[in-house]
Each structure stands twice: as structure tokens, then as C-alpha cells.
């Protein structure tokens, strides 16, 4: 600003407001005091001017004109913030607050964020994507109420200890359980009601109890 305000006072370069008038080519069509000119839109100018906005104008007349900032604008659309080029906001030393009713985050391609903590607080959090992949040396989840629908679920796991105070399972058609070696202990009573029960033993079959009743 410096640097245009004392070229102005040499005579080279003329500021004042103007419209836009429509994009050609890269450049913007601006009407002037003095006429139409075409118009870059400065690296300093962090929103996007469009067709109708009130802008000011650097223009040096030989024909190297800039738009350097957009004044008022006229569509009710919302207003597009940026460079051309790469962009870094905010300072690694400071904080950076984004407040917003609605904020909103698109990426044409990949969306990275990294941080030491990430702390997210929401009453309602929705995640949709074709693959999910997370990976980490511990995860803790903590729910007072989780509901799970799977199409198909695969588990494996080196080891896994569960507690829980009341488990109900409901197997609709079929379960297979396979395993090297199983132990079943019960506290109290162990009831098993079935059409048909059938155990099948290569070798012995043991049942130790104080009283035995069949039939």
C-alpha cells in the first residue's frame, strides 16, 4: 500500500473505485471514471470479485491494472476466499479460530489434517465413506448405548477378554463354532432345551456329578 501510494503521488498510478463489469479471459472488465479496462485481480485481493461487485482499481495507464479489493458485493451467494496457488492460513504460533453457523470443508482430493490432539465435541456426528480404515497402538470407546448392523463381520484378534453382566444372542438360522480347546465354567445352573441334542466324542464322553438324573 506504501509502495502504490507513493507511485501515485509520482503520477504513475491512478486508484478509484469502479464496477465490474464481466470476466474475459483471465482477466476482469471494470468500468472506470475514464472507461472500460481490463484488470488482474491482485494477489492481495482475498475475495473473488465477480460481474456487478464495486471494487477499487490500481491502474498505472499502461495498461497494467489490478483490482485490490472488493468493496460491495452484489450476489447473495457465498463469497470465495482465496489465492491462486497454494494457500497457508494462520501462524504456526498462534492459535486459528474458524467460527461459522455452518462450516463447511471440501476437498477435490485428499484432506489431511495432523495434530498432537485432535478433540472433537458434537451432539450428532455422521460418517459416511466406502473405506474406513483406522489404525492406532491403543483405542478406548466408552458408549452408554451402541447398536452395530453389519452385512458380513470379520474379527481376529490375538487375544479377547470380555465382561459383561447380561449377554442375549439370537442366531436366526445357523452358528458354527470351532475351537482347539474349550472350557465352560458355570456358577450356578446350565440349562440346554433343544428338539434334538447330539454329542459326538472320538473317544470318551466323562460326566461327573453327585446325582445323575436321567429320563
Request: charged share 25%; aromatic share 4%.
Amino acid at each position: 500500500m506504501q509502495t502504490a501510494t507513493r507511485l501515485m503521488a509520482q503520477g504513475q498510478v491512478n486508484m478509484e473505485y469502479a464496477e465490474v463489469v464481466q470476466w474475459q479471459d483471465d482477466r476482469l472488465l471494470v468500468k472506470m471514471s475514464s472507461g472500460l479496462c481490463l484488470a488482474s485481480r491482485a494477489t492481495g485481493c482475498l475475495v473473488a470479485p465477480e460481474p456487478g461487485d464495486r471494487v477499487l482499481v490500481s491502474d498505472d495507464g499502461a495498461g497494467e491494472a489490478y483490482i485490490l479489493s472488493v468493496l460491495v458485493r452484489v450476489a447473495e451467494s457465498p463469497a470465495h476466499v482465496g489465492v491462486s496457488g497454494p494457500m497457508v492460513l494462520g501462524d504456526a504460533e498462534n492459535d486459528l479460530d474458524v467460527c461459522g453457523e455452518s462450516v463447511h470443508m471440501v476437498a477435490v482430493e485428499n484432506l489431511d489434517i495432523a495434530s498432537a490432539r485432535l478433540n472433537m465435541a458434537a451432539h450428532t456426528t455422521t460418517v459416511r465413506a466406502d473405506i474406513v480404515d483406522a489404525a492406532g497402538s491403543q483405542a478406548v470407546v466408552a458408549f452408554s448405548s451402541l447398536k452395530s448392523v453389519f452385512s458380513s463381520l470379520q474379527q481376529t484378534a490375538g487375544r479377547v477378554l470380555s465382561r459383561f453382566k447380561r449377554v442375549y444372542t439370537r442366531i436366526d438360522e445357523f452358528e458354527d463354532e470351532r475351537v482347539a480347546r474349550k472350557r465352560l465354567v458355570v456358577a450356578s445352573n446350565f440349562d440346554i432345551s433343544s428338539d434334538r441334542t447330539v454329542i459326538h466324542a472320538d473317544k470318551n464322553v466323562d460326566v461327573k456329578a453327585a446325582k445323575i438324573n436321567l429320563g
